[in-house]
């Protein structure tokens, strides 16, 4: 009887080898289709393939333990006393392809068979398998062109729940039934696209200097988005004529404010976001207002995290932009908070360019005619 043989590579020891270690920390199903091919020639490009296609859906370990244990037959290694087979495919898959490719055969003959159905001492041969090995060959091989095809059809099925989530928001004009969800969307997004419901001690205060405004003085340009149970989920808000839509908010807005809001509250009485607000409802100095000449009109955009990512800030955007050029705007501007990474490279993406920014606000600018 052959006897039974250690690894003469700990699973651990990626770093014994840099060519071998980078290899499977970059290109980790590129190493696995090596290592297939040496083990049995399998094709590398095509267990490349496999090992690449499962990794989404975590279910690479299993080729990766049908050829490990192969292997361990070829070589009659025991399983490693770090840990079994299984542990070692699936929670430590890149060392265990890096243990498998450093391992020198050469210390670990097999015992195997001939014609004469004699053993001899022999390196591994892996042309030459008896009768049961080549049907666990065989099995393995359908087991690897099951998960292949399971995956192109999972691959198909994620891009077909996509393309409904794509379809399950619409569009619509923002009404004075929408304020009250349009204002809570604002506190949601308030913290540089991030939820601000902690920051505010009055839940309202933002969107009543974000999001109100625009809903009473210019419902013209004012959208939302919602999705199929009618939850609004976004918003694209703007105007016209941003010196008018000022004097209107000065005018006609801030005295309704501060009705509900008559004085500016002391320290100890509330947050520093809740007094930022409050100053600047009792702010009615016109100066305080950032105009540009090419680029009169404005707009400020917010969704949801279950809405981004999608595409929908696009089309907000573009929704806007449409009426901004059909009512005769010849430029659009809007100002974000210059810590906003994300925000950053979305504007620029749908052709905003920066006008001018200070080391708290960027404003961006698009020409529209």
């Known amino acids: 009887m052959a006897e039974i043989n250690t690894w003469n590579e700990s699973l651990f020891g990626c770093c014994d080898d840099f060519r071998i270690c980078c290899f499977g920390c970059w290109c980790t199903p590129c190493l696995f289709g090596s290592n297939a091919e040496k083990i049995d020639g399998s094709s590398c490009l095509a267990f490349c393939c496999i090992y690449w296609l499962l990794e989404d859906c975590y279910l690479c370990w ?37 243990q498998e490719a450093r391992h020198d055969g050469r210390s670990n003959p097999q015992m195997i068979y001939q014609a ?3 053993p ?20 393995a091989g359908l ?6 095809f399971a995956s192109i059809l999972s691959l198909s099925m994620t891009a077909t729940n996509n393309k409904s989530i794509l379809q399950s928001f619409n569009i619509h004009p923002c009404t004075i039934a929408d304020e009250e969800s349009a204002i809570d969307v604002c506190l949601k997004t308030g913290d540089a696209g991030n939820d601000a419901t902690l920051l ?18 210019s419902p013209e340009l004012a959208f939302i988005l919602k999705d199929l149970d009618g939850n609004v989920c976004g918003y694209v808000l703007g ?19 501060k009705q509900l809001y008559p004085k500016v509250p002391s320290d100890e009485e509330s947050v520093k ?14 100066q305080s207002f950032k105009l540009f000449d090419d680029y009169p009109s404005h707009l400020h955009i917010d969704l949801l995290p279950k809405a981004q990512g999608q595409g929908y800030g696009t089309k907000m955007i573009h929704h806007i932009v449409d009426e901004l050029k059909r009512l005769g705007s010849k ?20 052709g905003f360019t920066v006008l001018e920014q200070d080391p708290e606000t960027i404003w961006f600018g698009k020409k529209l005619t």
């Open 120 to 139: 001899t001492l022999s390196q591994p041969i892996y042309n030459r398998q008896p009768p049961q090995e080549a049907r666990e060959s065989q099995q």
């Open 200 to 217: 505010y001690d009055d839940p309202k205060l933002l969107g009543y200097r974000f999001v109100s405004p625009y809903i009473h003085l």
């Open 239 to 257: 105007t016209l004529h941003s010196n008018i839509f000022y004097q209107q908010y000065v005018n006609e807005w801030l005295p309704k404010v």
């Open 331 to 350: 430029g659009v501007h809007l100002q974000m908070s210059a810590n906003n990474v994300r925000a950053f490279r979305f504007y620029t993406k749908v």
């Open 116 to 118: 004469t159905n004699q």
């Open 62 to 98: 299993l080729p990766h333990y049908l050829k490990r244990e192969k292997l361990r037959r070829i070589y009659n290694l025991r399983e490693d006393s770090t840990c079994g087979d299984i542990p070692a495919t699936l929670c430590c898959g890149p060392c265990a392809l890096c």
């Open 143 to 148: 087991f690897s062109a099951f998960f292949f």
């Open 273 to 286: 976001q809740d007094r930022e607000i409050l100053r600047s409802f009792h702010n009615d100095n016109l």
